[in-house]
């Protein structure tokens, strides 16, 4: 009898576990939901298409402090869950995330520390980034939508998000921008910060206007030569 049970233990598939950044599900057929289970990807988008390309491109250390501090956000975020351990809505099962916690949710953390970091650093920069840091606030409210509509998580979580995204998202503006940046002209200046070409504009109030106005530069000095 012990050996059948063994037999039986033996042939049951082991329990499998999604990665639930972008394991999102919605109601077949329901467009709405399929709208924001793409809106829920937000996160996604931003990590890869925008930092990872930044970084490839444009080697910048403001860049690279905004990641770091999503990152940090990220973590913390996880640590909290871990501590408080409060449950998603019921509806997980159908969802197959119950074995994950969802005080705060992770989502909308992440996308207002992204609001709020990229606000405060366009603020004092041209009328186009002003207009571009001020989508990503209803990208935010969007993603916190998403997240109670699909049913990952309920209202409260998806505002203890929201909050502790915002203050995180505040705080390391602070440091990046009051204690990190001191650093920034060694980080250029290192073999490292040579060697990939690592640099910050954080003082050119208009990058994208410098770097035009350079470029019709040199392209006119190539030609006179």
Request: with cysteine; hydrophobic share 50%.
């Given at each position: ?17 999604a990665i ?196 019709r530069a ?8």
């Amino acid at each position: 009898m012990a050996g059948e049970y063994q037999e039986m233990a033996a042939s049951v598939p082991p329990a499998l576990k999604a990665i639930t950044l972008t394991h999102v599900r919605y109601p077949r057929g329901d467009r709405l939901g399929l709208f924001l289970a793409w809106v829920s990807l937000i996160p996604v988008f931003i990590s890869l298409g925008g930092f990872v390309s930044h970084f490839m491109f444009r080697r910048e250390l403001q860049g690279i402090c905004f990641a770091l501090g999503l990152l940090l956000s990220q973590i913390l975020n996880e640590l909290i869950k871990r501590s408080v351990a409060q449950s998603r809505p019921a509806y997980c099962e159908l969802l197959e995330t119950c074995d994950s916690h969802g005080w705060p949710s992770s989502h909308a953390q992440y996308t207002f520390f992204f609001a709020t970091y990229l606000s405060l650093f366009v603020l004092r920069r041209s009328t186009a980034s002003r207009v571009t840091a001020a989508l990503s606030w209803p990208l935010a409210f969007l993603t916190m939508l998403s997240r109670v509509y699909l049913g990952y998580h309920t209202v409260p979580q998806v505002c203890a998000g929201a909050v502790v995204g915002l203050v995180c998202g505040a705080i390391w503006y602070w440091v990046a921008n009051t204690i990190l940046v001191e650093y920034f002209p060694m980080i250029e200046e290192s073999a490292i910060g040579r060697w990939l070409y690592i640099k910050d504009t954080s003082h050119i109030l208009d990058v994208l206007k410098f770097e035009y106005d350079n470029a019709r530069a040199a392209r006119k000095k190539v030609a006179t030569d």
